[in-house]
T-cell receptor, first 114, second 109 residues
């Protein structure tokens, strides 16, 4: 069964550094998302992406965050200058084009900012 | 903004006991989805409910969507240790899926 893949599984970075989290969504999916989950808390929406542009973003997704789909397969989340409070599990998800199709999540990247 | 709350936050049960989690949205939902997240894992889609008052079953799991389409519930009959995890409801608002606060289920053998 096709799956969403994320790399790396764990990223440790120093405060103020830039990080790029990578995702390969399921190949025939059209909608892409980033969510984050601080340890033990709920899954929070960051951004949705469709047709090569951001379709919606949350208050968390400020100008320190950006997303890109540089080619036909990768979907990346960049955090320009990480803060301690950015430490969380970041999940990429994708879904097919039909209305209300479910999200398929990757295994996540655990980001630790020190 | 839209909020989706779940109760209880935690539930510890003895294996064989039943379990229910309740989901309430601040706004009317077009549909509701349920996901399960095992400890250390990622959310995995369980089911989607679309119609007002809809009830769906998956083996020991029963899902309901409220008549006003603002609340939902998940009931597990005779829990097993494999049911351990956090159960999230999620409602769609425009293009984003808003996850509920989740209910963490612990099952003791």
């Amino acid at each position: 069964e096709p799956e969403v893949t994320q790399t790396p599984s764990h990223q440790v970075t120093q405060m103020g550094q830039e990080v790029i989290l990578r995702c390969v969504p399921i190949s025939n999916h059209l909608y892409f998302y980033w969510y984050r989950q601080i340890l033990g808390q709920k899954v929070e929406f960051l951004v949705s992406f469709y047709n090569n542009e951001i379709s919606e973003k949350s208050e968390i997704f400020d100008d320190q965050f950006s997303v890109e789909r540089p080619d036909g397969s990768n979907f990346t989340l960049k955090i320009r200058s990480t803060k301690l409070e950015d430490s969380a599990m970041y999940f990429c998800a994708s879904r097919a084009g039909r209305t209300n199709s479910p999200l398929h999540f990757g295994n996540g990247t655990r980001l630790t900012v020190t | 903004g839209q909020q989706v709350m779940q109760i209880p936050q935690y539930q510890h049960v003895q294996e064989g006991e039943d379990f229910t989690t309740y989901c309430n949205s601040s706004t009317t939902l077009s549909n509701i989805q349920w996901y399960k997240q095992r400890p250390g894992g990622h959310p995995v889609f369980l089911i989607q409910l679309v119609k007002s008052g809809e009830v769906k079953k998956q083996k020991r799991l029963t899902f309901q969507f409220g008549e006003a389409k603002k609340n939902s519930s998940l009931h597990i009959t005779a829990t097993q240790t494999t049911d351990v995890g956090t159960y999230f409801c999620a409602g769609r608002s425009t293009d984003k899926l808003i996850f509920g606060t989740g209910t963490r289920l612990q099952v003791f053998p």
